[in-house]
């Protein structure tokens, strides 16, 4: 099964706008294509924020409506924590979905795949009472992780800029 390239959507970018005019902050208009692809670019990115947080916040949510299981099985029909899962979930899709549209996949992946686990360390230690570590050690590998994923994304995020057309960059094989 062969996959085809889409071109970037423009549904990001005139959301985009709409939420710029409702702020009353003013973007560029009649912008170069390179201004555009900057757009393009962190748009993805901070989308992928978004839905990274929300993803964080969605298993937050299902550990709470699966701990609610255990006191029978229509428990969580009479929690909230059901409810706001079912719309965290949506949410986190619709932005993942609108991330993706951008055509800059790096940023948008890269960001998402980060701020999700740590949304839901912060979740699960503040929230949920949770714990990392009781041994030093243990600290610090938990640190050089997040300091290599950390690294991780930023290579990610700018490796796309570098990429010719056809070699994974949606974005710029859409235009080229």
Do not use: C
Not at 51 to 68: E, H, I, M, Y
Request: net charge negative.
């Amino acid at each position: 099964m062969a996959g085809r390239g889409r071109p970037s959507s423009s549904v990001p970018a005139d959301v985009a706008g709409e939420l710029a005019g409702a702020a009353g902050v003013e973007l560029a208009s009649g912008e170069d294509e390179d201004t555009a692809g900057n757009r393009r670019e962190g748009l993805g990115a901070l989308l992928g924020i978004a839905t990274g947080l929300l993803f964080g916040l969605s298993a937050a949510l299902t550990k709470a409506v699966g701990d609610q299981v255990t006191d029978g099985l229509l428990t969580p029909l009479t929690n909230w924590h059901l409810y706001a899962l079912i719309a965290v979930g949506y949410a986190s899709m619709t932005l993942s979905q609108l991330s993706l549209q951008t055509g800059m996949l790096a940023p948008a992946i890269a960001t998402s795949m980060a701020f999700d686990p740590i949304a839901s360390v912060i979740l699960g230690t503040t929230l949920l009472e949770e714990s990392l570590h009781t041994t030093t050690a243990g600290a610090v590998a938990a640190l050089a992780a997040l300091a290599a994923a950390l690294g991780g994304l930023v290579v990610l995020s700018r490796g796309q800029q570098d990429q010719p057309p056809g070699k994974g960059n949606v974005a710029a094989a859409a235009t080229a």
